[in-house]
């Protein structure tokens, strides 16, 4: 998202917002000192090893203590954070992907921070900074970006004699190549859970979920470039070349760890998932660009990325925000990313500290040593995007419709409509106007 892009959005956000929700949006935080003891601060966050990256913040901050809750996950975090909300209990800061970030502002959950991190912009690199600032305030403190990649198993392509694939021909290909040699075997599966992945290579292929004019929105979920992206992978789907395990469930962990799945498409975060979930498989895998619709082409969206906000129902916001900055911004916490966690840091200076590029991530070949300059470059060619109101929304109705059909052999495109017009109901139903 261009800087242009991001400051239009807040102010079609709030165009439609009611009185309520403007009043919502106001922090209604207690700057109470506790009694006895440090501040204890509430975080809620699902990074790989964050614990130990919080555990450097504890142990150098007696007087401010953080307590990381890891049971919310990124794709339901806006329903816990909402009713926590609801029932007056928002922790103090909590993880957040960009694309739910408006979601949060509308919803008076993501508190301004710009007084505190406003001076930071030289620091961030523009993509994460424009995703996470709206209408010149401040609204999150980036965490990391997410270049997109295709990992696969270079053991098996070896063996069949594969090479990576650069187009999404070669990647169908390559996709019958496996299942014929071994019908037991995919490239990769189509998972219906999966909206977020749905989303990104549909901005490679062209489409616009969500855009603004003058604070007109539209929505085209259902158009040209979402429509080629579903095309597509119905017809690895019907020809049964790839499968349809729904990722993150223990079906696909035991597919990623036995060679069932030969490859998945990710990002930048993925190596440390890939070795929880598959670890005699370290060293097996390399990683290249995502395949391209046109030969030659180096075009690729952002999948994920996260950024910390500071709830409106913190107590403590003043800490909360020294926090949220460190945890994204000093040396000491990205160093401890770097040790526990495949981080491709929101701050500039993070990308050069030792350790970073000078390490491959332990599930990758050795041999590869230009993962991080490639992450540098796929972050570059990245295609901006406007994420709406209402992510949450489009992503649950994406799991219900392709997920039944899936199960009953419908259309994906089909699909793709009953999301378009689900989302803008939901649009339409919090008072946007939508073309």
Known sequence: MNRKLSR????????GLTASLLAGCTSSASTAPEDDGPVVLRYWSWAPNIGAIVDVWNESHPDVQVEVNTSVGANDIVAKLSAAKEAGSLPDLSNTTYENLPNLIVGGIADDITDAFGEYEDQITPAAWNLTTFDDKNYAVPQGTGPQF????????????LEAPTTWDEYADAARTIHEADPTKYLATFPANDAQLFAALSAQAGAEWWANDAGQWSVDIDGDGSDTVADYWQGLVDEGVVTTLKTWTPEWQAALADGTLASWLSAVWAPPLILQNAPDTAGKWAAVRIPQWNAGDSVSAALGGSATVVTTG???????????????NSTEALTAYIENASIWPANLAGRELPGLKDTVPAVLSPDQTDFWDLAAEIDDEA?????????????????DAFGTAITSGGSFTDALTTVQDAVVADMEKLGFEVE
């Open 314 to 328: 913190s107590a403590h916001p003043e800490e909360a925000r020294e926090f949220a900055i460190w945890l994204n």
């Open 8 to 15: 239009t959005v807040v102010g079609a956000l709030a165009v």
């Open 150 to 161: 295709l990992y696969y198993r270079a053991d098996i392509f070896e063996s069949l004699g």
């Open 383 to 399: 295609v901006p995007v406007t994420w709406g109101p209402n992510v949450a929304t489009a992503y649950s109705a994406f799991g």
